[in-house]
């Protein structure tokens, strides 16, 4: 049973740093998918990063001149540092996996994703 516990998150100013952290166990297959989605109040649920076991990682345009992605692999975590943070920032943000295959890329629609974590809240004040 796959698991994903969420951590980080909260709340902060305009311009302030926030991380989120999850950390994945129970896949029965090698190769997979990890990412993290946000949804904010009245959107579409919106990928933010993603990580293959293959190596592939990628963070979304919208805000890779401010996110980055790391990994603690030994422990399957998987975490996104946060930086200059804007109210647009505002939501829930969720970690989310499936299974793939090598050479494969993971996909961007959450719809692709069949495993979910709670959620951690985020909150940028202006």
């Known amino acids: 049973q796959v698991q994903l516990q969420e951590s980080g998150g909260g709340s902060v100013e305009t311009g302030g740093s926030l991380s989120v952290s999850c950390a994945a166990s129970?896949?029965?297959?090698?190769?997979?998918?990890v990412a993290w989605f946000r949804e904010a109040p009245g959107k579409e649920r919106e990928g933010v990063a993603f990580?293959?076991?293959?190596?592939?990682?990628k963070i979304a345009d919208s805000v890779k001149d401010r996110f980055t992605i790391s990994q603690d692999k030994a422990k399957n975590i998987l975490s996104v540092q946060m930086n200059a943070l804007g109210p647009e920032d505002t939501g829930m943000y969720y970690c989310?996996?499936?299974?793939?295959?090598?050479?494969?890329?993971?996909?961007?629609?959450?719809?692709?994703?069949?495993?979910w974590g709670q959620g951690t809240q985020v909150t940028v004040s202006s």
């Open positions: 989310a996996a499936r299974y793939s295959h090598h050479g494969f890329r993971c996909p961007g629609p959450a719809y692709e994703y069949g495993y």
């Open positions: 129970g896949f029965t297959w090698s190769t997979y998918c």
């Open positions: 990580v293959h076991t293959d190596g592939f990682t």
